[in-house]
């Protein structure tokens, strides 16, 4: 996935905003909380993409080629996930799991946030 896809995918999703913070990273956020990191890999123009994951998931993927419990996040004790290199995930499944990293977090927002932002109707 291209940073482009990365962005028009996670700018398509409910109440998705975008910042670059700790140095460069482009951000994906929802209700304040993040969902999504992604930076650009200088060699071929894919993103490093990182997100959050279920338990399950993370167990899953973490020693898979090109996936990689994410830095600082994971050794904080925190289920993300990076995608860093070849194979990894295709397109698709990647944006399975943004989708998903999308959802876990909006699921941790209040009640009330969540319906501000038109999230996750019962």
Not at 24 to 31: A, C, E, I, L, T
């Amino acid at each position: 996935m291209t940073c482009e896809d990365y962005h028009t995918f996670c700018a398509a999703l409910p109440a998705a905003t975008h910042v670059v913070q700790w140095g460069g990273s482009h951000v994906w956020k929802v209700g304040g909380k993040v969902f999504a990191i992604g930076s650009r890999d200088d060699n071929d123009g894919q993103a490093a993409i990182t997100f959050k994951v279920s338990h399950i998931a993370y167990e899953m993927l973490k020693d898979r080629p090109g996936l990689r419990p994410a830095p600082y996040l994971a050794a904080r004790g925190f289920k993300w996930i990076q995608h860093y290199a070849p194979p990894g995930l295709d397109d698709g499944d990647l944006k399975d799991y943004l989708r998903q990293s999308h959802q876990i977090v909006s699921l941790g927002l209040t009640k009330k946030l969540q319906k501000e932002l038109g999230l996750n109707p019962s």
